[in-house]
């Protein structure tokens, strides 16, 4: 059983940074996937970033490859999304997940465990 803890979220200028992290508890993350989500108003639930415990490799949506960074501390047991260069389209819930598995995957359906979600609001 895993439990997920997100926090990190608040409200930005556009072209500021945010980290948000992950805290998992209940067991290791050695062969878990750990995903990243958004969810705007009024829109689908969309992939945005992961990455593999296994393996390293790392995966990012395009609308956020050079500017989002996932990463993880296994130490801590704790997943980060640094997010660069907001936009006021990045604004949204965002979700972390886990998936036991070893490839990533961007469908949502296929992560097993998820947090309570984090609102981030990109302002001009």
């Known amino acids: 059983q895993v439990q997920l803890v997100e926090s990190g979220g608040g409200l930005v200028q556009a072209g500021g940074s945010l980290r948000l992290s992950c805290a998992a508890s209940g067991r290791t993350f050695s062969s878990y996937v750990m995903g990243w989500f958004r969810q705007a108003p009024g829109k689908e639930r969309e992939f945005v970033a992961a990455i593999s415990w296994s393996s390293m490799s790392r995966y990012y949506a395009d609308s956020v490859k050079g500017r989002f960074t996932v990463s993880g501390d296994n130490a801590k047991n704790t997943t980060y999304l640094q997010m660069n260069s907001l936009k006021l389209e990045d604004t949204a819930v965002y979700y972390c997940?886990?998936?036991?598995?070893?490839?990533?995957?961007?469908?949502?359906?296929?992560?097993?465990?998820w947090g309570q979600g984090t609102q981030v609001t990109v302002s001009s």
């Open positions: 997940a886990a998936d036991r598995s070893y490839a990533i995957t961007v469908r949502d359906s296929d992560y097993d465990y």
